[in-house]
């Protein structure tokens, strides 16, 4: 619960709003940026499942409009990771609309888990003491009742399962384990027995001294402490003036489970709408066209994405500090498992050296002279590969040589991409006078006046940058051309100055911002794509 304790990475105040729109993209699994590309995609079974029913629980009725691949590739991981728990949290996707996540042959699967005790087997649940059968046992009810199949349960194993949950009733317990048994029986309408409805709420006087895990910890209880009381048809002593403060601060970054067990608590405490407003706009921004939800606390970051931020922010004229993603830097390269293939180690090289300021490293020339990382001639077919080496090279602070070059003819748009990226590349590594004869603006320029032929942007910002610095003039009909093939792709939620792949693809990418940005600072900023620019502060 590091939201009650902490919050989004600190930037001192000292850069322009724009520049921190790429906090929306540190990955909280490992600190590295990640590509926004990731956000167009939803979050697994068990986050859908805690943000859907909060939505239901704050009067909202979602609804999803996935289709049945999506729907059985979120039911397959649900059932991968648990037999039953898995099928409970698909109960929010069926009645949201998804109807293949959950059907009616659940209700064999889930009836041949019950054991001759009573109680219900998952294995996921990883042993077969009372809290894995109580576990076990609360998930099956609850499919079975979502699939209006529970009454059709056998008496005699009706009465099985009731006997064997009342003779856990007696024993003290942990919460958790106590609030599955109350609400087993309230979904078997039995009543729950005194012994459990006399449990305290959980103190929360201390809660202000208490560790990040501590608090996540104190919350879970108190959420169990609620369904007890809920289970009895009592109103659970929640205390609002401790936890609405933590819902108010934790609302924007609350994991999605955390956020219901308090919502629920608060809700069944009575608290007003208002409280609750801001977890409605955080899920409200958080979903998709479809109706499913994102998850950004799931996404992970990588070097590659990373220094695209750091060539962004070089771009704009920021200031490459960062301590968190040279921290995480640190954090891979110190792991056990760290990645030893080529062209990471020189992604991780040039991470550092451009986000440090440190001198080259001897790993990085080393690196950059290998021919099968940085090939000696350049074809059509190795043509990307060649000039993102060089590029990485560049941010290492290694000189690269001038490569051959093969020929080939300009007439398809991924042969004309190829003969722009050499020539790009060539001038971003100093090189700008061995461009190969054959690549000329006169042969460029159809292309570039035509964005249609292209199927995403960034190729044909290539392809503008090369016609540019090959001498072709930004006249009306390349203004015309730019304003029709980049300038519509503007923006993302919450990334409003970063570029869209295009070509149907609406995610913002950071690679083709970077195209667009670099074009835009090739024409001296005539078409005003680059974020206003401040001061680049020196380290």
Same mark, same amino acid.
């Given at each position: 619960?590091?939201?009650?304790?902490?919050?989004?990475? !600190?930037?001192?105040?000292?850069?322009?709003?724009?520049?921190?729109?790429?906090?929306?993209?540190?990955?909280?699994?490992?600190?590295?940026?990640?590509?926004?590309?990731?956000?167009?995609?939803?979050?697994?079974?068990?986050?859908?499942?805690?943000?859907?029913?909060?939505?239901?629980?704050?009067?909202?009725?979602?609804?999803?409009?996935? !289709?049945?691949?999506?729907?059985?590739?979120?039911?397959?991981?649900?059932?991968?990771?648990?037999?039953?728990?898995?099928?409970?949290?698909?109960?929010?996707?069926?009645?949201? *609309?998804?109807?293949?996540?959950?059907?009616?042959? /659940?209700?064999?699967?889930? +009836?041949?888990?019950?054991?001759?005790?009573?109680?219900?087997?998952?294995?996921?649940?990883?042993?077969?003491?009372?809290?894995?059968?109580?576990?076990?046992?609360? #998930?099956? &009810?609850?499919?079975?009742?979502?699939?209006?199949?529970?009454?059709?349960?056998?008496?005699?194993?009706?009465?099985?399962?009731? %006997?064997?949950?009342?003779?856990?009733?007696?024993?003290?317990?942990? &919460?958790?384990?106590?609030?599955? &048994?109350?609400?087993?029986?309230?979904?078997?309408?039995?009543?729950?027995?005194?012994?459990?409805?006399?449990?305290?709420?959980?103190?929360?006087?201390?809660?202000?001294?208490?560790?990040?895990?501590?608090? @996540?910890?104190?919350?879970?209880?108190?959420?169990?402490?609620?369904?007890?009381?809920?289970?009895?048809?009592?109103?659970?002593?929640?205390?609002?003036?401790?936890?609405?403060?933590?819902?108010?601060?934790?609302?924007?970054?609350? $994991?999605?489970?955390?956020?219901?067990?308090?919502?629920?608590?608060?809700?069944? #405490?009575?608290?007003?709408?208002?409280?609750?407003?801001?977890?409605?706009?955080?899920?409200?921004?958080?979903?998709?066209?479809?109706?499913?939800?994102?998850?950004?606390?799931?996404?992970?970051?990588?070097?590659?994405?990373?220094?695209?931020?750091?060539?962004?922010?070089?771009?704009?004229?920021?200031?490459?500090?960062?301590?968190?993603?040279?921290?995480?830097?640190?954090?891979?390269?110190?792991?056990?498992?760290?990645?030893?293939?080529?062209?990471?180690?020189?992604?991780? #090289?040039?991470?550092?050296?451009?986000?440090?300021?440190?001198?080259?490293?001897?790993?990085?020339?080393?690196?950059?002279?290998?021919?099968?990382?940085?090939?000696?001639?350049?074809?059509? =077919?190795?043509?990307?590969?060649?000039?993102?080496?060089?590029? +990485?090279? @560049?941010?290492?602070?290694?000189?690269?040589?001038?490569?051959? %070059?093969?020929?080939?003819?300009?007439?398809?748009?991924?042969?004309?991409?190829?003969?722009?990226?050499?020539?790009?590349?060539?001038?971003?590594?100093?090189?700008?006078?061995?461009?190969?004869?054959?690549?000329?603006?006169? =042969?460029?320029?159809?292309?570039?006046? +035509?964005?249609?032929?292209?199927?995403?942007?960034?190729?044909?910002?290539?392809?503008?940058?090369?016609?540019?610095?090959?001498?072709?003039?930004? /006249?009306?009909?390349?203004?015309?051309?730019?304003?029709?093939?980049?300038?519509?792709?503007? *923006?993302?939620?919450?990334?409003?100055?970063?570029?869209?792949?295009? *070509?149907?693809?609406?995610?913002?990418?950071?690679?083709? %911002?970077?195209?667009?940005?670099?074009?835009?600072?090739?024409?001296?900023? @005539?078409?005003?794509?680059? $974020?206003?620019? %401040?001061?680049?502060?020196?380290?």
């Amino acid at each position: 619960m590091t939201s009650c304790t902490s919050g989004s990475a !600190d930037s001192g105040g000292r850069e322009p709003a724009a520049a921190r729109q790429f906090d929306l993209l540190v990955s909280k699994q490992n600190g590295y940026y990640y590509h926004p590309f990731l956000r167009l995609q939803p979050a697994g079974p068990r986050e859908q499942s805690f943000a859907l029913r909060t939505l239901s629980e704050l009067g909202r009725d979602p609804r999803t409009s996935i !289709d049945s691949a999506q729907a059985r590739s979120l039911r397959q991981d649900a059932l991968g990771a648990s037999s039953l728990w898995g099928r409970d949290w698909l109960i929010p996707l069926r009645r949201a *609309g998804a109807d293949e996540a959950l059907g009616d042959a /659940d209700v064999t699967d889930v +009836n041949r888990s019950r054991a001759k005790g009573g109680w219900y087997v998952d294995s996921a649940l990883g042993d077969d003491g009372v809290a894995a059968r109580l576990g076990a046992t609360w #998930a099956a &009810l609850e499919v079975l009742d979502a699939l209006g199949r529970l009454d059709d349960v056998p008496a005699a194993d009706r009465s099985g399962t009731v %006997t064997w949950l009342r003779s856990l009733a007696g024993a003290p317990r942990p &919460l958790d384990q106590s609030s599955a &048994l109350a609400r087993s029986l309230q979904l078997l309408k039995q009543p729950v027995p005194a012994a459990l409805t006399r449990i305290p709420a959980p103190r929360t006087d201390d809660f202000a001294g208490l560790t990040p895990d501590a608090r @996540a910890t104190r919350l879970a209880d108190t959420y169990s402490y609620v369904l007890i009381q809920e289970a009895a048809g009592r109103r659970p002593a929640v205390h609002r003036e401790v936890w609405e403060p933590v819902l108010r601060d934790g609302a924007a970054t609350l $994991p999605y489970e955390q956020l219901y067990e308090l919502v629920h608590a608060l809700k069944a #405490a009575g608290s007003p709408k208002r409280v609750f407003a801001p977890v409605l706009k955080r899920l409200e921004g958080e979903r998709l066209d479809d109706g499913t939800v994102r998850d950004p606390d799931a996404y992970l970051g990588n070097p590659d994405a990373s220094l695209f931020v750091q060539r962004l922010r070089t771009l704009a004229g920021w200031s490459q500090e960062d301590p968190g993603l040279l921290a995480a830097l640190d954090r891979e390269e110190h792991s056990g498992d760290v990645s030893q293939e080529g062209a990471e180690r020189l992604n991780r #090289a040039a991470l550092r050296r451009v986000t440090t300021g440190a001198d080259t490293s001897a790993a990085a020339r080393q690196l950059c002279a290998d021919p099968r990382l940085l090939p000696a001639t350049v074809t059509e =077919a190795n043509a990307t590969q060649w000039q993102r080496t060089t590029l +990485n090279c @560049a941010d290492a602070g290694v000189p690269t040589g001038t490569p051959k %070059t093969g020929t080939w003819s300009l007439d398809t748009p991924d042969r004309v991409a190829a003969a722009a990226t050499v020539t790009v590349g060539l001038a971003d590594s100093g090189h700008r006078d061995a461009v190969p004869s054959w690549i000329t603006a006169a =042969a460029l320029r159809q292309w570039a006046q +035509n964005p249609g032929r292209f199927t995403s942007v960034y190729p044909y910002t290539l392809v503008v940058r090369a016609y540019s610095l090959l001498g072709g003039a930004l /006249d009306p009909a390349l203004r015309d051309a730019l304003g029709r093939g980049v300038t519509p792709y503007r *923006g993302c939620p919450g990334l409003p100055d970063l570029y869209q792949v295009g *070509g149907g693809d609406t995610a913002c990418d950071l690679k083709t %911002t970077w195209g667009v940005w670099s074009l835009d600072r090739q024409l001296h900023g @005539a078409m005003g794509w680059l $974020p206003a620019r %401040t001061p680049k502060k020196r380290k």
